[in-house]
């Protein structure tokens, strides 16, 4: 037992940065209760995490590079936990949103350690082992989120889904300092931080271009705007890229087509898979009216399947195919959403969500597990470790990606269906629905229209998730034909064998 103790101190802190992503879903209708916050605010409640922890994994990894493996890993434990104890005394939407970039930050340091502190404590067999364990609780964390979630904000209030994360990191902190052996001597190299900045400027842009879109509209000047932004931070990224001694990507890797195929899955999985759990959770609250808890139990099939899969991938399956494993998972998350979708209508609850989440969280089961791995093996060893922390990039920008893209959707289609209903202000109706405030709009009318409006904003509800459904489960099936069609066919996971000197998210 005493050599598992290193992947327990890792994988403990991967989980809780994981889950994180997900565990505030239940909780924003009381944020938004709570704070008085906005549609724009609730987005970014989620999206500031996942954003800051995506544009920042490939810097951290050089900074590991730099410093140590360990000791980045302790101190992103130490700002995490930080940032956790400051979001749960938030006072306002934009303390909290700001403390969930910190989040990100120390979130980004845990992650991009990961590979190098596995690789450095286990060899052949073992070395396979860990990293189907570590796969499996990568899967299970964003399945398991909503639960947890539910449960802690039901019980006691929304604030301590970030403040029991205290407790976690000085676990993890006294673990690694007992388990994980002291860092080598550190190697030379610049920190790439022009392309840092531009990478961070590229995609914050991105993201906050079309979750203005959602308010001031795609032709608005502001939102073109950003996405200029965005193409010229892109280029310049490029052009820094190809150019720097110590870029933090090559970008000789995206000739490779394998490994395109592993980073198209890796950006569109967890948009396919989780984006919309958002919207589902303010629904099953804010118009079922479900408790916090109950609306996290909604996710519990999901959560079973992914554990059970992934167990199963990490056990008996590690080696085998990845693009049969990856692109079929990747089917089965749309084919997932596409069912979610179908059972969806304006009298439906909590019970037509069920299959759908059980077939996504065998599709989750499915990718997590191999997609960094895969990504690993698909390129030369002394780029393995940037390709496992490119593939982790995508994943969470996918994930901030996807719930700015499905809030537009969520939120025009519910616009729509109002507008179509003869409601009056369907806009404002409309996002004031995204952001779980269907009982204040209805506290607000006499008690002749409640009922029409109630069923209105029923079927308004029911009409953005069906959309939002339908767009994430498009997104996860071109991801899986992206596999299937780019992966070729041999193409191994990573060896088992690759030096811990290759495990650096950053060369």
């Not at 704070?35 to 999206?47: A, E, G, I, M, R």
């Not at 994994?57 to 890993?73: Q, T």
């Not at 992206?482 to 290759?502: I, N």
Request: glycine fraction near 14%; proline fraction near 4%.
């Amino acid at each position: 037992m005493r050599k598992w103790w290193p992947l327990i101190a890792i994988s403990l802190g991967t989980f809780m940065l994981l889950i994180d992503v997900t565990i505030v879903n239940v909780a924003l209708p009381q944020m938004a209760i709570d704070l008085d916050t906005s549609f724009d605010s609730l987005q970014w409640v989620v999206d500031g995490y996942a954003l800051s922890l995506g544009v920042l994994l490939l810097g951290a990894g050089a900074l590991g590079d730099r410093i140590g493996h360990r000791r980045l890993y302790l101190a992103g434990l130490g700002l995490f936990a930080l940032a956790s104890l400051a979001c749960g005394l938030a006072t306002d939407d934009i303390a909290l949103i700001g403390a969930r970039v910190l989040q990100g930050v120390g979130a980004a340091a845990m992650f991009t350690t990961t590979f190098a502190l596995l690789n450095s404590a286990y060899q052949g067999r073992d070395r396979g082992v860990a990293y189907g364990v570590w796969g499996g609780v990568s899967g299970a964390a964003a399945a398991i989120g909503p639960i947890l979630g539910g449960l802690l904000t039901q019980a006691l209030s929304w604030r301590w889904i970030f403040l029991v994360n205290l407790p976690v990191c000085l676990a993890a902190v006294a673990l690694t300092l007992l388990v994980l052996a002291a860092d080598h001597a550190p190697r030379r190299g610049r920190f790439d931080l022009a392309g840092t900045l531009a990478f961070t400027a590229a995609a914050g842009a991105l993201t906050l271009a079309v979750i203005r879109a959602n308010t001031a509209g795609w032709a608005a000047v502001q939102t073109w705007g950003l996405l200029i932004l965005t193409a010229l931070a892109a280029v310049a990224f490029v052009a820094i890229e190809r150019r720097s001694p110590h870029a933090m990507l090559d970008l000789a890797l995206l000739r490779n087509r394998s490994f395109v195929g592993f980073l198209l899955a890796a950006l569109l999985v967890n948009f396919g898979a989780f984006a919309a759990f958002t919207y589902t959770s303010i629904w099953l609250q804010s118009v079922i009216g479900l408790s916090p808890l109950q609306a996290g139990l909604t996710g519990l099939p999901m959560s079973i399947a992914a554990v059970l899969v992934s167990g199963v991938v990490g056990a008996r399956l590690h080696g085998r195919s990845p693009r049969l494993l990856i692109g079929g998972g990747m089917l089965l998350i749309g084919a997932g959403g596409a069912l979610c979708a179908a059972l969806l209508g304006a009298g439906s609850s909590w019970p037509a969500l069920l299959p759908g989440y059980a077939v996504i969280g065998v599709g989750v089961g499915l990718v997590m597990p191999t997609l960094a791995e895969s990504a690993m093996g698909a390129v030369p060893a002394q780029r393995g470790g940037m390709a496992a922390g490119v593939v982790n990039t995508a994943r969470q920008l996918g994930f901030a990606i996807g719930i700015a893209v499905l809030g537009t959707v969520f939120a025009s289609r519910a616009e729509g269906y109002l507008g179509d209903a003869g409601a009056p202000d369907p806009a404002r109706s409309a996002h004031g629905l995204a952001a779980g405030q269907a009982g204040r709009i209805l506290a607000a009318l006499p008690d002749g229209l409640r009922e029409t409006v109630d069923r209105a904003l029923h079927g308004a509800a029911a009409a953005g998730l069906d959309a939002s459904f339908l767009v994430a489960a498009g997104v996860a099936v071109l991801g899986g034909i992206a596999v299937l069609v780019l992966v070729r066919p041999g193409a191994p996971a990573a060896s088992d064998d690759r030096p811990a000197e290759h495990a650096a998210v950053h060369q």
